[in-house]
Structure formats: C-alpha cells, structure tokens
C-alpha cells in the first residue's frame, strides 16, 4: 500500500517530459542538494498525479504521508547516554538473531560474494559501514569461518563505541572479523580499491536520500565494485509488526524507534531514484525478498 507504484510510476514519467529528471551535479555537495530536491519533487508531484487519479489513489497518498516522518531515532539522538545507546543496538542484534534474519541477509549477499571471489580470483573484501553492535558483519564472518565463504569482512561506525563493542565480540568468539570507525558520508582513510562490496543493512532510512546518494558515490570513488543496501519493506504491515517485535526487548525507547524506523522506511520508487542520481545510470536493481527491500547498485570507474 505504501509502494504507490503507480501514481509514482506517472509522477516520474511527468517529471521527466518537464525537465533533466533526476537532476545533473558537479560535486559532492551538489550531488546531496539534487537528490534531495529530486525526492521532494517526486513526493509533490506523486500528490497531485494521485488527486487527479481518483480517491482511491488520493487515500493511499494521504495514508502514507499521515506516517511518513523525518523525526529522529532515540539510539541516534546526540546527547544519549553512551550505554543506553549500546544496549539499544543490542536490543536491535538479538532481535535479528531472534527472527533469524541474519541467515536471510547472508543469502542475499552470498551469490555476489562468491561471484566476485571467482572473477578476481581471490576473496571478496566487504566494508559494512554504519554496523552498530556488528551483528551482520559477524555473522559473514562466522560463514567465512565455518563454511569458508571466500570473503575478508570489516565492519564500521562513525561511534567509536559500537566499533569497540563490536571488536570485542568478534575476539570473544574467535570471529575473523575486523571493526572500524569510518563516518559513512565521508569514508576517509578509505584506500581506493580497498573493497570490493560496500555494504550498509538496517540503516537506510536513517539517513536523508542526499546521504545515501553520496555514500553510494563515495563507494564508486573508492573503487568498490559493488554497494548493497539492504533495510525494511516500506509497507502497513511494518507498522504494526517492527514496533511489535521491538516491544519483546523490554526497552520502551527501542519500540518507539522501532515505529519511527517503519514510518521511515523507503519505498522502492525512492530508492530507485536515489540510485539514478547518485551513478547518472540505470544498472541498479531493487528486489526483495519480504519483509526486505534490497538495492543492489554496480559501481563503474566515470
């Protein structure tokens, strides 16, 4: 219901017979303004396809801005206590160990790891940025160790913190798994050809469409080959069930990020476009599976 393919499918098809849709940019901070811009822009006129559409449309359309926020998460709020941020990103890697969907990102990324193993020749080099606890980043790196998936897997966070936690973890259960802290909108100290996937799971939809083009940008400046964004289906049924689930951790803050992450989630048209912009191309692919959105995006040298 929250996809609105399409009204959304029109509202682009309009934007691009009016003018250069998505947006040209020169530079970084030009990339992050046009991508912004360029979904605001699909959401207005997303709005006025579906009032012309009929109430149907138009009900859906105002259903998914009822809900749609830019409001913060608890865990990123800046003058959070240090250990309640850590056991709110605890909280969010036992829940994923609880519903198993580790296992779930580790099929989605596996064919490309082994993929690119073959090609080159070697193992595969994976940066998972924005980690938290490192919950997925281990969980690669216990298949590298016990089913000797042919990878090297580092894991990162712009909070020093979560990459301690997250190293001592991987020491504490012999993981070969190395942690980081690199800010994802920059990626400094970054060496270019470092990495063959840049990877960020869980996290999209706390960052603007202007942040994740340039980190999408960042990753093909680096010389990734590819980057894989894996997070929540934007859809009703999240709603109730992402702040649901949460609520079994006992930790009220962490069930109302859960709600807020959902309301946040993007649709595939959105990501769609965040790609366009970010590569000035259309090789990305978004796919699934449910409860799931995956946008994987192949990177080229310009």
Do not use: C, N, V
């Given at each position: 219901m929250l996809q609105l393919k399409t009204?959304?499918?029109?509202?682009?098809?309009n934007l691009r017979k009016r003018s250069c849709f998505p947006p040209a940019w020169n530079d970084i901070a030009e990339l992050q303004h046009a991508t912004d811009h360029a979904l605001r822009t699909f959401l207005e006129e997303r709005f006025r396809v579906a009032k012309k559409s009929g109430p149907g449309y138009l009900l859906s359309e105002l259903f998914d801005r009822s809900v749609r926020t830019t409001e913060t998460e608890h865990m990123d709020l800046p003058g959070l206590d240090v250990q309640k941020k850590i056991d709110m990103i605890i909280a969010l890697d036992r829940m994923n160990s609880m519903l198993m969907i580790y296992g779930?990102?580790?099929?989605?990324?596996e064919p490309h790891i082994r993929l690119l193993a073959r090609q080159n020749g070697r193992k595969t080099k994976i940066l998972e940025i924005a980690a938290g606890a490192g919950g997925l980043a281990l969980a690669i790196a216990a298949s590298i160790r016990d089913h000797g998936l042919p990878a090297e897997i580092t894991g990162s966070d712009i909070q020093e913190e979560y990459a301690a936690y997250a190293q001592q973890c991987a020491r504490q259960k012999m993981l070969p798994a190395r942690f980081m802290v690199i800010d994802a909108l920059q990626m400094e100290h970054i060496p270019e050809g470092r990495f063959d996937i840049i990877l960020i799971s869980q996290s999209l939809h706390h960052f603007t469409p202007g942040q994740l083009a340039v980190m999408i940008r960042r990753s093909q400046e680096k010389g990734a080959t590819l980057f894989l964004g894996i997070d929540g289906h934007r859809g009703p049924e999240m709603l109730a069930g992402v702040p649901a689930i949460a609520m079994l951790q006992g930790i009220?803050?962490?069930?109302?990020?859960?709600?807020t992450s959902a309301r946040k989630f993007y649709s595939e048209l959105e990501l769609d476009l965040i790609a366009e912009t970010a590569t000035r191309q259309r090789t990305h692919t978004i796919s699934g599976p449910w409860p799931l959105t995956v946008l994987t995006v192949p990177l080229t040298n310009d």
């Open positions: 009204t959304g499918h029109k509202a682009i098809e779930q990102y580790l099929r989605i990324i009220k803050d962490f069930m109302l990020d859960g709600y």
